[in-house]
C-alpha cells in the first residue's frame, strides 16, 4: 500500500445514522494491533432483511465476506456490546424489543433472551461496570435503564424510566461511569444526568440540560478515552462540536464548533449523522449524509482542540460506523445504499478505499469485534 501501513474503516451506506459503543477503552497504539494477532468481524444490523449479518474482514486487502447470518423476530436497529466482547444486545424494531445474544468464536451470534421494552430504543450503551444497560428512545421522548441479570438478559421491567424531550436520538456515559447524556435534534439539547453505578439510578444535574445557542440539533455524542471532552455530531448544523466535561458536575460546556463539510455551496438535503473518536485518540471521525463525505479532524493533544485534516468519499447516505477496538476497522451503517465501504487509516490519520461490498437491504447499525 505505497509503502504506508493503513488501519482500516469500514462503512455501511443507508439513509440513516447510528451511534457510538458503550465503554471506551484506554488508548490503543499502532503496537497494540501489530504485535497481536487477530481477527476482525463487523456485525451488522441488516434491518430490512430482518437478520444480523456477520463478516470477517480480510487482514490483508480489506475485503469483507460473509461469515454467519442470523434471522431474528424484528426489524434490528441500534446494538451495542458488553466490554469483553462476548454480548450483543439489538433493539427490534418491529417486536419493540431488545434482544440478547452471545458471541462465540468467529463472531458466532447464539440467541438468550428478548425483552419487550414497548417502543423502539433509538440508541443503546452499557455502563463500565456492565451491569446496566441504557436506553434513549427517539420517538416516545425517554431514556430507561434495564438491569441486566445473571443470565445476561435484560431484567423484564426497566430498573428506571425518565422522561426527557422528543428526539432522543443518542445516549451516551462518560469512561468514569458516573455521568449519562442524552442527546436530543429537535428541543436542540443535551440532557445531563449523574448516575450511580450501584443502584443504576440517574439524577438530572443541577443544570439539567445544556441548551445549544446555535441551531446545531446535536445528534451523537462520543468521549475521548482520556481528556475529558466529548465531540459531538450536529444533524442540523452539518458540524462537530468539542465539549468540555466538568469532572465534579458533570456539566458539559461548548468550546467550539466546526463545520463538517468542505468549503463551498452544497445543494439538497444534507446532514451529519454517526461520529466517533479514533482508539487512539488521536482524531474524529464524522459522517455527512447527503454529500456523501466522512470528515476526519485531527485531535490537539494538549487543548483536545479539533482540526480540519481530510474528507473522504464515501458510499452514498451513510448512516452509522464503528471502529474497531485496535483502530484497524470502521463500520459505517446507511438505509438506501446497501453497501458496505472499507478504508485504510494511514498513521496521519487519512484514508484510503480499500473495498465496497453490496450488503442487504438497509444495513441499519454496526458494531466491531476483535478475537
Same mark, same amino acid.
Given at each position: ?13 443507508s ?13 490503543v497504539?499502532r ?66 424489543s ?24 433509538s ?15 427517539y ?9 441486566? !441479570?445473571?443470565?445476561e438478559?435484560?431484567a ?26 442524552v ?10 444526568f ?40 450536529? !444533524?442540523?448544523?452539518?458540524s ?24 463551498? !455551496? ?9 461520529i466517533e473518536?479514533?482508539?487512539s ?23 483536545g ?36 465501504r ?9 484514508m ?5 461490498v !453490496? ?13
Amino acid at each position: 500500500m505505497s509503502g504506508k501501513t493503513f488501519r482500516f474503516l469500514i462503512a455501511v451506506c443507508s439513509l440513516t445514522v447510528i451511534g457510538a459503543s458503550a465503554f471506551v477503552p484506554a488508548l490503543v497504539t499502532r503496537a497494540d494491533a501489530q504485535e497481536q494477532p487477530h481477527s476482525t468481524y463487523a456485525i451488522i444490523s441488516v434491518s430490512g432483511d430482518k437478520k444480523i449479518v456477520v463478516y470477517k474482514i480480510d487482514p490483508n486487502d480489506g475485503t469483507p465476506s460473509i461469515s454467519s447470518e442470523t434471522s431474528v423476530s424484528g426489524k434490528p436497529g441500534c446494538s451495542v456490546i458488553n466490554r469483553e466482547s462476548t454480548r450483543l444486545y439489538v433493539a427490534m424494531d418491529t417486536s419493540n424489543s431488545i434482544a440478547t445474544f452471545s458471541i462465540g468464536d468467529n463472531a458466532q451470534l447464539k440467541f438468550l433472551g428478548e425483552t419487550n421494552v414497548g417502543v423502539t430504543p433509538s440508541f443503546l450503551t452499557l455502563d463500565p461496570t456492565g451491569k446496566f444497560l441504557l436506553s434513549s428512545y427517539y420517538k416516545a421522548g425517554k431514556v430507561a435503564v434495564h438491569k441486566i !441479570e445473571d443470565d445476561e438478559t435484560l431484567a423484564v421491567s426497566p430498573h428506571q424510566m425518565f422522561a426527557t424531550d422528543e428526539r432522543a436520538h443518542c445516549i451516551t456515559i462518560d469512561p468514569s461511569g458516573k455521568f449519562v447524556f442524552v442527546s436530543h435534534t429537535r428541543p436542540n439539547a443535551i440532557f445531563q444526568f449523574g448516575f450511580d453505578p450501584t443502584t443504576g439510578t440517574l439524577t438530572p444535574c443541577k443544570t439539567p440540560k445544556l441548551i445549544r445557542v446555535d441551531d446545531g440539533g446535536p445528534r451523537h455524542l462520543w468521549f475521548h478515552p482520556t481528556n475529558g471532552h466529548a465531540y459531538g455530531s450536529d !444533524e442540523k448544523g452539518s458540524s462537530v462540536t468539542n465539549y468540555r466535561m466538568d469532572r465534579e458536575t458533570g456539566e458539559l460546556s461548548v468550546l467550539e464548533t466546526h463545520s463538517s463539510l468542505p468549503e463551498g !455551496e452544497h445543494e439538497g438535503r444534507k446532514s451529519t449523522s454517526d461520529i466517533e473518536v479514533h482508539p487512539s485518540g488521536k482524531f474524529v471521525f464524522i459522517a455527512n449524509r447527503g454529500v456523501n463525505l466522512i470528515a476526519t479532524f485531527s485531535i490537539d493533544e494538549r487543548s483536545g482542540g479539533l482540526t480540519l485534516l481530510e474528507h473522504s468519499p464515501s458510499v452514498p447516505a451513510n448512516r452509522s460506523f464503528n471502529i474497531s477496538p485496535y483502530g484497524d476497522f470502521l463500520v459505517a451503517a446507511g438505509q438506501k445504499s446497501n453497501k458496505l465501504r472499507v478504508f485504510g487509516i494511514g498513521d496521519d490519520g487519512k484514508m484510503k478505499n480499500l473495498s465496497t461490498v !453490496e450488503t442487504g437491504k438497509s444495513p441499519w447499525w454496526v458494531q466491531m469485534v476483535q478475537q
